[in-house]
């Protein structure tokens, strides 16, 4: 199980490195919902103002099925997800954003569309806009809904080439 503090840490650390950097959890608080509130699946709050410039981090409840979205250490953003179902596990861990793709279409499903793509592996995980069951359902990606996707993909980038 992650502390509070150790995403603080993870956070401090992608904002000195300037790295769009999802991290995964067991639990995460959002200060946009009271205790024991939970959005439906397909909903998200967004309130980028809040810290208008700066890196981002996006912490992923797996148990959850949620995402919150930290600039400069403030949560910006949380919303439901669908991650991986059984037999396709979404790796846990500290990301960086490798590609950003827009209009994507998988290689490896049948040309389905993945819109607002960041991927997170070479081995296929990424960010993108999918379905939303309210459970873990996709093939080890992060479904986010279409809008909170666009939102997303827009205030993040991958990391700097030295």
Same mark, same amino acid.
Request: net charge positive.
């Given at each position: 199980? #992650?502390?509070?503090?150790?995403?603080?840490?993870?956070i401090?650390?992608?904002t #000195?490195? @300037?790295l @769009?950097?999802?991290?995964?959890?067991? %639990?995460? $608080?959002?200060?946009?919902? %009271?205790?024991?509130?939970k959005?439906?699946p @397909?909903?998200?709050?967004?309130e980028?103002?809040?810290?208008?410039?700066?890196?981002v $981090?996006?912490?992923?409840?797996?148990p959850?099925?949620?995402?919150?979205?930290?600039?400069?250490?403030?949560?910006?953003?949380?919303?439901?997800?669908?991650?991986?179902? %059984? @037999?396709?596990?979404?790796?846990?861990?500290?990301?960086?954003?490798l590609? %950003?793709?827009?209009?994507?279409?998988?290689? #490896?499903?049948?040309?389905?569309s993945?819109?607002?793509?960041?991927?997170?592996?070479?081995?296929?995980?990424?960010?993108?806009a999918?379905?939303?069951?309210?459970?873990?359902?996709s093939h080890?990606?992060?479904?986010?809904?279409l809008?909170?996707?666009?939102?997303?993909?827009?205030?993040?980038?991958?990391?700097?080439?030295i």
């Open positions: 199980m #992650i502390t509070r503090r150790q995403v603080l840490q993870g401090a650390a992608t #000195i490195l @300037g @769009g950097c999802p991290l995964w959890a067991s %639990k995460a $608080a959002s200060h946009f919902l %009271k205790p024991g509130e959005l439906k @397909g909903e998200y709050v967004w980028p103002e809040l810290s208008p410039e700066g890196s $981090a996006i912490l992923v409840s797996l959850e099925q949620m995402a919150h979205v930290y600039r400069n250490g403030l949560e910006i953003g949380v919303t439901t997800v669908s991650t991986g179902r %059984k @037999g396709h596990r979404t790796p846990t861990g500290v990301f960086m954003i590609q %950003k793709d827009k209009h994507h279409h998988s290689s #490896i499903y049948h040309n389905a993945m819109p607002n793509t960041q991927r997170l592996t070479w081995g296929g995980v990424c960010l993108h999918g379905g939303l069951p309210g459970y873990p359902s080890g990606c992060v479904h986010l809904p809008e909170f996707s666009a939102k997303l993909f827009e205030i993040s980038h991958p990391p700097l080439k």
